[in-house]
């Protein structure tokens, strides 16, 4: 897809190479410097007052051309000068040490503003990942229990992630991994068998390590309630089973209920039982083995995975015959890449430090090369009312649930603050912020923004003004400081979008969503949209055309719905 400032870049690289050709054709500049165009910065200024765009290309010459910076940059601009600074640059100075500073035409403002206009909901997608297949990881939770708010972090973030990259021309998929072979899965079971027991009156010793949340109890007498004459037929070892398959399908059900109302979707749910199943496991060790990748030391079978940079060896079959969780976990990722991906990025919990080197290491001794798997450690999140720590568990037991906080907190205000921090970064979730009505509040005062948009244009419909007569608008108009600021950040959302896949970061999106808004609010109030000046009436209008656009593409991103009214 187009993105405005990579023509204006192009166009103005272009232009500072042909100078540079011409002034060694003159013999102005020794021919060395030939050597050191193949790129040539060009940075956005810090400082707007300095222009759109600078480059540093004259300091970068200085040593080879034996000249100094600020003469190489002037005879630059001079030759750039006389040829024409091209369709998108009003005026080029030299300044400081040697920069120069590229200030732009209102042809690159018209251009911009018709680009987002044109592309709708498709401006800000590039085509970048040129199609290469990702799958994102996260979530993963044990299906023991509903999902926590630490869960919830982990589905904004990954969920964003994937749109990004998809908006950044990757084919990224989402997928959950059900671990619904451990030992935790038959805790499970015992948990439910005993408050099952307990339901019909008898006695029967509720497991030590067993899950005492009261929804736990839930399933048990939901159960009871539409298999008890089944369950009664059956032996303690077959209602056993028979519970915990049950337990399993209940508490997976809630977990999906839980992300379809937050408006996560996965691509596929993975079961690490049907993998199992498959014999996966069993042939990748013995691979591995014939291979010379693994050893037998005190009855265990270890991988030797500090060979491919781990910090030690790692167990993957332990002394009684039982898989550690390293054994399953690479017998998954491998199958994630023999279906076809190339790149696979896992969002986990902080307490799985280390677990990216175990992955790779056993990746790469598959054949793959390092780095094809990331892993994104997601921080802790409290959830804060009033300045202090708050719990809001009611039948959980010990955590936190996502439903929890989604009676409390709106769906929008919740994804927006779970990716609003870097993923690094512990997480103080304010409750009084996330629902308050108020420009303090990110999430609304961006929404806000949107639906401003939208009351614009039911104003001009109220007073006559029909789309017909603005859509082909002269943006030349537009030359108010905050009409220009809100393009500039407008015609920066493709890179942004870019960045913010290229680094693993929703933090990104969510910060150029706020400042788009600001700036937005800050044209509104310093620019009346409809005024008596109709050239003007008719160029703001496409301009907030524009801004609507980008709002309403940002949002989605997020997985944030943009109102018209509020």
């Known amino acids: 897809m187009d993105n405005i400032m990579e023509r204006?870049?192009?166009?103005?690289?272009?232009?500072?190479?042909?100078?540079?050709?011409?002034?060694?054709?003159?013999?102005?500049?020794?021919?060395d410097v030939l050597g050191h165009l193949s790129n040539i910065p060009l940075e956005v200024?810090?400082?707007?007052?300095?222009?759109?765009?600078?480059?540093?290309?004259?300091?970068?010459?200085?040593?080879?051309?034996?000249?100094a910076p600020r003469e190489i940059a002037s005879l630059v601009v001079e030759e750039m000068a006389a040829r024409g600074f091209g369709p998108y640059v009003d005026t080029v100075e030299v300044a400081g040490p040697g920069f120069m500073n590229f200030r732009l035409s209102t042809k690159w403002l018209v251009d911009a503003v018709g680009l987002v206009r044109s592309m709708g909901e498709k401006y800000g997608q590039t085509e970048y990942g040129c199609g290469q297949r990702v799958l994102v990881e996260f979530v993963s939770a044990n299906p023991v229990g509903p999902l926590n708010i630490v869960n919830a972090r982990a589905a904004a973030v990954g969920d964003t992630l994937v749109r990004l990259l998809n908006a950044s021309g990757y084919r990224a998929s989402s997928e959950f991994y059900v671990n619904?072979?451990?030992?935790?899965?038959?805790?499970?079971?015992?948990?439910?068998?005993?408050?099952?027991?307990?339901?019909?009156?008898?006695?029967?010793?509720?497991?030590?390590?067993?899950?005492r949340g009261a929804y736990v109890r839930d399933v048990a007498q939901r159960a009871m309630e539409e298999h008890d004459h089944r369950i009664c037929g059956m032996s303690p070892d077959e209602a056993r089973e028979f519970l915990r398959e049950y337990a399993l399908?209940?508490?997976?059900?809630?977990?999906?209920?839980?992300?379809?109302?937050?408006?996560?979707?996965?691509?596929?749910w993975f079961s690490e039982r049907k993998l199992r199943e498959t014999g996966a496991v069993e042939s990748m060790i013995r691979e591995m083995a014939e291979a010379g990748y693994t050893y037998e030391k005190d009855g265990a079978v270890w991988f030797r995975s500090s060979d491919y940079g781990d910090d030690k060896d790692r167990v993957i079959v332990k002394s009684d015959g039982l898989y550690t969780y390293?054994?399953?976990?690479?017998?998954?990722?491998?199958?994630?890449?023999?279906?076809?991906?190339?790149?696979?990025?896992?969002?986990?919990?902080?307490?799985?430090?280390?677990?990216?080197?175990?992955?790779?290491?056993?990746?790469?001794?598959?054949g793959y090369p390092e780095g094809t798997l990331e892993v994104l450690i997601l921080q802790l999140v409290t959830l804060m009312?009033?300045?202090?720590?708050?719990?809001?568990?009611k039948r959980a037991g010990e955590f936190i649930t996502m439903d929890d906080l989604l009676e409390e907190v709106p769906k929008d205000a919740a994804r927006y603050f779970f990716i609003m921090r870097n993923t690094s970064s512990h997480l103080d979730f304010d409750l009084n912020l996330a629902v308050a009505q108020t420009t303090d509040n990110p999430v609304w005062y961006i929404q806000y923004a949107h639906a401003r948009c939208c009351s614009i244009f039911r104003q001009a419909e109220a007073e006559g003004i029909k789309p017909e007569t603005w859509e082909m608008a002269d943006l030349s108009v537009l030359v108010h400081p905050s009409e220009i600021d809100l393009v500039r950040k407008?015609?920066?959302?493709?890179?942004?979008?870019?960045?913010?896949?290229?680094?693993?970061?929703?933090?990104?999106?969510?910060?150029?969503?706020?400042?788009?808004?600001?700036?937005?609010?800050?044209?509104?109030?310093?620019c009346r949209v409809i005024s008596d000046n109709e050239a003007t009436s008719f160029a703001r209008l496409a301009l907030v055309d524009a801004a609507r656009n980008v709002l309403r593409n940002v949002l989605r991103i997020m997985g944030v719905s943009a109102p018209e009214r509020m």
């Open 8 to 31: 204006v870049r192009g166009s103005i690289t272009g232009s500072m190479e042909s100078a540079i050709r011409q002034l060694v054709d003159s013999n102005k500049l020794c021919a």
């Open 45 to 67: 200024p810090k400082d707007p007052r300095h222009g759109e765009f600078a480059s540093p290309v004259a300091l970068s010459l200085a040593a080879v051309a034996k000249k």
């Open 180 to 211: 619904d072979a451990g030992l935790q899965v038959s805790i499970l079971a015992e948990s439910v068998y005993a408050r099952y027991m307990e339901l019909k009156g008898k006695d029967h010793p509720f497991p030590e390590d067993g899950y």
């Open 249 to 268: 399908s209940y508490i997976l059900d809630w977990q999906k209920r839980s992300l379809e109302a937050y408006d996560v979707h996965f691509d596929r």
């Open 326 to 366: 390293v054994a399953p976990d690479l017998a998954y990722h491998r199958d994630k890449l023999g279906r076809g991906f190339t790149k696979l990025i896992d969002i986990l919990g902080p307490d799985h430090h280390g677990y990216e080197g175990r992955m790779q290491a056993g990746l790469q001794a598959s």
């Open 385 to 393: 009312r009033d300045g202090q720590p708050v719990k809001m568990s």
């Open 490 to 526: 407008m015609a920066s959302f493709p890179d942004e979008v870019l960045a913010a896949a290229s680094e693993r970061a929703p933090s990104r999106i969510a910060k150029y969503a706020l400042e788009l808004a600001g700036l937005f609010h800050s044209f509104y109030t310093e």
